[in-house]
Structure formats: structure tokens, C-alpha cells
């Protein structure tokens, strides 16, 4: 965050006005929506997405619609996080139908072609958009999210008593706008003359059942229905809202809201469980020696070769080891000879030594095999390390801090999530796979270095400090000076310098 811009305190509203301003003051308004709404929105992502890849991109896309959305004067006219996730869920509903949708949960798929186009609409998002601002953010904040009465007044520029004071009458309003909203959809003129049994049905502590309302209901789907909404909002308003407000997965949402909220202790597990998983850990358990007993010298069959593992997994018996072959040498031993034996002068048997052996043509060593290296290919459209082709040092974000304005320096190549980089055609940015909301920033000038900056400020006044291009040679240029290319600078730093086609200008996608 810039200095002097420290909004922690500031609610939503004030937040939106500010995006709406110069970019000095967008920028920190902007960075705080992020801090204090990113987790459950992809918390909301991870619902919709059927990997980890696929949900933190959703989150992406749905910060920068949003923040696009309220920039132009758009938006939001919902509470900021429940904005966001049904974005999320708008986003997730058109990449079903496209290239996309191998990334999404299969329920979602399901239903988003069992919807239609615009696919599923929440039951209960009309009711509740006619309610005030401050209604909607105490009923969203305070029932479904379940945050503490100070943060939720800091999210509604309100103060914690009005927190407190206002729950239940916010629930109260929410019951009237469903009912209100049912009976306004049926063609039936008598639906409101059950308007007072529906309200008097459903009231609690001592709700007052009726046989006429419950003879009215089996014959109309309106006021069935409305029954049922106000007898969920009362039993458990939590789920109930967050089942009626989101597209998809709300009980799940809310779930995850109320464990988070509130931490519940695991239950033990039933003992035929627990006798299951102890029977299937002592099997595991006795399966190798089992395996080591079968594969023992004394049963026929090939014995496994050392240095390979069995089809089974089992780590094979050693090898016995190779014997020892001992070739004798024919060598010629000069012995004293005795008084009793031959003259010096007689000739040798003719067995006593083998004839000399003529060395055949030596043959010239064999030269060893280098191995080829990979070919060099300029960073693209798949995620992997940018490594310099001059320095072998890997393109990386100092200490890991992803941030707005934190330098992007080069650090020996490691397993980092900070090395991991992508190309994103579509918008002409470099994306860190660490943060995927986080791209290459130009910082507008060739004197300042390279950082990173949020991707979505791309669409923004700023947008063409993010926007690089990757040639065929691996030269990466800022769009704000094409004829420059991120280069070493010493010390591990970056600088934009004139490209002249040095090795250190060139970078390579590695592994």
C-alpha cells in the first residue's frame, strides 16, 4: 500500500468511491477489497473448479470484472463479497461451454446445462435486491459469513451495536420481501388472503398452524413455496440464504463459513472403522513379508535382478554376489639349478612354455557420448521457469513477497513458485504462477526497474505498463518501449536497456 493510504478502516462503499477516483487512490482501494474478501471468494472458486489451477483463476477473473464493474460507476449494487462470488459463478457458467470446462466441477457442468445459457438464478436474489444496502450487507456479513459484529460494521461503515441490534430485523424484512415477492408472482387472487396464516405459520417462537393454509398449499406451488423459504430462514437463515443467494453450492459455502467461525473438534471415528482401518494397517503391514517369503531362494521361479523392483512394488532381494573368476597367468620362473640336474646345455621341453601370443591391432578408444541439451525455447503460453540464456539464473520475485511494487530480481533456479511464470497472450501479460493475479510490471519507465503489479489494473489507465511481448529469440520488451528488453543488471537486479541482441537480453523457457 502507498503511504498515506491506509484504508483498513474504511467500509466497502467508501472503498468503491475510491476506485472510481485518480489511480494514486484506486490502486490502495483496490488492494484493500483484495485482502479482505480474496479468501472466501476463493474459497467459492474451489467449490466451482474441479482443480486448484482452475479456482484461483476464477478468483482472478472475478476481482477484475468486479473491480472493472465498479471503476465504470456499475457496481456493486450487492455486498462486495457476495458480488464477487456470483461473478465467479457467471465466469465459471460461460467457460462450460468453451475450452474451458475440462477445469470445472462436473456438478456445476451438470447443472449449467440443465439451466440453460444464463444458467441457474438463485430463488431468492429478487427479494433480496429490494432490500437497502445496509439490510443486505448485515444479512450477507452477519447470518452467512458469520463475522464478528466489528467487522462487519467496518465492512458497512455502521457501528457494532447496529451489528447487533439490526440481525434479526434484517431477517424479519428478508421474510416479508420472499413473501411479498411469492404472492406477487401468483395469478391467484386469493394467495393473499393467506398472507397473514403464511406469517403466523412460520412466526417464531410459537408458530400457529392452519388447515386452510395447509389445504391452500397442496393446490399452489407460490404459496407452498414461500412457506418453505420463511420456515428455512427461521429453522437456519445461514444455509437457507446462502442456498437462495448463490447459483451453486451455497450449503456448502455456508458450511465452510460456520467452520470457519466457529472451529468444530472432528468426531471420533465409529469403532468399525476404526477395527477396518487397523485390519487394512496390519495387512499392509504383513504384505511385504509375505511377498519376501514367496519370492525366497527355495521357490522356483526367475529371481528378481538386483537394482529393480518387482511388478508388486516390493523392493526385490539382493543379488547374490557374482563369483570370482581367477584366470592363472603363465609366467617363466628362474630356479637355482641342482647338482643332480641336467647340463646347463640341454635344451627345454617343448611343453614347458606356451608360445608368445602376437598382440593383434589395438583398437582407438571410443569416444564418449555428450548429451545433447534440450533445444532453447522462448518463454510462452505454458508455465515454467524464465531463465536467462547468459547467466543461467531464473527470473524471480524478491523474498517471495507478492505484492504491488515488489522488484522482480534473477536467483539461482529452484523448485520456487515465484520462478514459475506464463504468457498470457489474451492480455499481453506475463503471469506469476505463485499468484496468478500478479503480473510483470514496466512501472511505466525504463529507469525503475521490472516489479509486479495486479493484473487486472491491465484494462486500467496504467494498462500498458504490464503489457510485454516474447519474440522467437526469448527477448522480452515492454510495450511503454518496444525497442528495450529486460535485462541483468548486476547484483540480481533488472533493467529495460536498449536491445542489441546480447546472450543476457535472451530468456528461455526451463523446466
Known amino acids: 500500500m502507498e503511504p498515506g493510504h491506509d484504508h483498513a478502516g474504511a467500509s466497502d462503499a467508501r472503498l468503491t468511491e475510491l476506485l472510481r477516483g485518480a489511480t494514486a487512490r484506486a490502486y490502495p482501494a483496490l488492494r484493500e477489497l483484495r485482502a479482505r474478501h480474496r479468501e472466501?471468494?476463493?474459497?467459492?472458486?474451489?467449490?466451482?473448479?474441479?482443480?486448484?489451477?482452475?479456482?484461483?483463476?476464477?478468483?482472478?477473473?472475478?476481482?477484475?470484472?468486479?473491480?472493472?464493474?465498479?471503476?465504470?460507476?456499475?457496481?456493486?449494487?450487492?455486498?462486495?463479497?457476495?458480488?464477487?462470488?456470483?461473478?465467479?459463478?457467471r465466469l465459471a457458467g460461460e467457460w462450460?461451454?468453451?475450452e474451458r470446462s475440462a477445469g470445472l466441477d462436473p456438478g456445476l457442468l451438470l447443472v449449467q446445462r440443465m439451466a440453460g445459457p444464463g444458467g441457474p438464478v438463485p430463488p431468492l436474489l429478487g427479494a433480496f435486491r429490494s432490500l437497502p444496502p445496509r439490510t443486505r450487507g448485515l444479512l450477507w456479513y452477519a447470518v452467512v459469513e458469520r463475522e464478528d459484529d466489528e467487522t462487519t460494521a467496518t465492512l458497512l461503515g455502521v457501528s457494532a451495536q447496529e451489528v447487533a441490534h439490526g440481525r434479526d430485523a434484517a431477517l424479519t424484512e428478508l421474510g416479508r420481501a420472499c413473501l411479498e415477492t411469492r404472492l406477487a408472482a401468483s395469478d391467484n387472487p386469493s394467495c393473499r388472503a393467506f398472507r397473514r396464516l403464511i406469517e403466523e405459520a412460520v412466526r417464531p417462537p410459537s408458530p400457529r398452524p392452519s388447515r386452510d393454509l395447509d389445504a391452500h398449499r397442496a393446490v399452489c406451488a407460490h404459496c407452498a413455496t414461500a412457506y418453505e423459504e420463511l420456515s428455512n430462514l427461521r429453522?437456519?437463515?445461514?444455509?437457507?440464504?446462502?442456498?437462495?443467494?448463490?447459483?451453486?453450492?451455497?450449503?456448502?459455502?455456508?458450511?465452510?463459513?460456520?467452520?470457519?467461525a466457529v472451529p468444530v473438534p472432528a468426531p471420533p471415528w465409529p469403532p468399525s472403522r476404526r477395527l477396518a482401518l487397523t485390519s487394512a494397517a496390519l495387512g499392509a503391514a504383513l504384505a511385504p513379508l509375505l511377498l519376501l517369503l514367496l519370492l525366497s531362494p527355495d521357490n522356483s521361479g526367475p529371481e528378481p535382478v538386483a537394482g529393480h523392483r518387482s511388478p508388486t512394488g516390493v523392493p526385490p532381494l539382493p543379488a547374490a554376489p557374482p563369483p570370482v573368476t581367477i584366470t592363472a597367468t603363465a609366467t617363466r620362473t628362474v630356479t637355482p639349478t641342482p647338482a643332480t640336474s641336467p647340463p646347463a646345455t640341454s635344451p627345454p621341453a617343448a611343453t614347458s612354455a606356451a608360445p608368445p601370443r602376437t598382440p593383434g591391432p589395438s583398437r582407438p578408444p571410443r569416444p564418449t557420448r555428450k548429451p545433447t541439451p534440450p533445444p532453447a525455447r522462448p518463454p510462452g503460453g505454458s508455465s515454467a521457469q524464465v531463465v536467462n540464456a547468459a547467466s543461467g539464473l531464473c527470473l524471480d520475485i524478491r523474498d517471495g513477497v507478492m505484492d504491488n511494487g515488489t522488484d522482480v530480481v534473477t536467483t539461482p533456479c529452484s523448485a520456487a513458485r515465484t520462478q514459475i511464470w506464463r504468457v498470457d497472450p489474451w492480455w499481453g501479460v506475463l503471469r506469476s504462477a505463485a499468484d496468478p493475479e500478479y503480473c510483470l510490471d514496466s512501472r511505466g519507465s525504463v529507469d525503475r526497474g521490472v516489479g509486479i503489479?495486479?493484473?487486472?489494473?491491465?484494462?486500467?489507465?496504467?494498462?500498458?505498463?504490464?503489457?510485454?511481448?516474447?519474440?522467437?529469440?526469448?527477448?522480452v520488451r515492454p510495450e511503454i518501449a518496444p525497442d528495450h528488453a529486460v535485462t541483468p543488471a548486476g547484483g540480481g537486479s533488472l533493467a529495460l536497456l536498449p536491445e542489441t541482441g546480447r546472450a543476457d537480453q535472451r530468456w528461455r523457457a526451463g523446466p
Open 453 to 475: 503489479w495486479t493484473c487486472s489494473s491491465v484494462t486500467g489507465r496504467n494498462g500498458r505498463n504490464l503489457r510485454f511481448t516474447v519474440d522467437g529469440h526469448g527477448v
Open 96 to 98: 462450460a461451454t468453451g
Open 40 to 89: 472466501s471468494v476463493l474459497a467459492y472458486a474451489r467449490l466451482c473448479a474441479a482443480g486448484e489451477s482452475t479456482a484461483r483463476q476464477l478468483a482472478a477473473h472475478a476481482f477484475a470484472v468486479a473491480a472493472r464493474e465498479a471503476a465504470r460507476g456499475t457496481g456493486p449494487v450487492l455486498p462486495w463479497r457476495h458480488r464477487l462470488l456470483l461473478l465467479t459463478a
Open 235 to 260: 429453522d437456519s437463515p445461514g444455509t437457507a440464504l446462502a442456498e437462495g443467494l448463490l447459483p451453486w453450492a451455497g450449503t456448502a459455502y455456508a458450511t465452510r463459513a460456520r467452520e470457519v
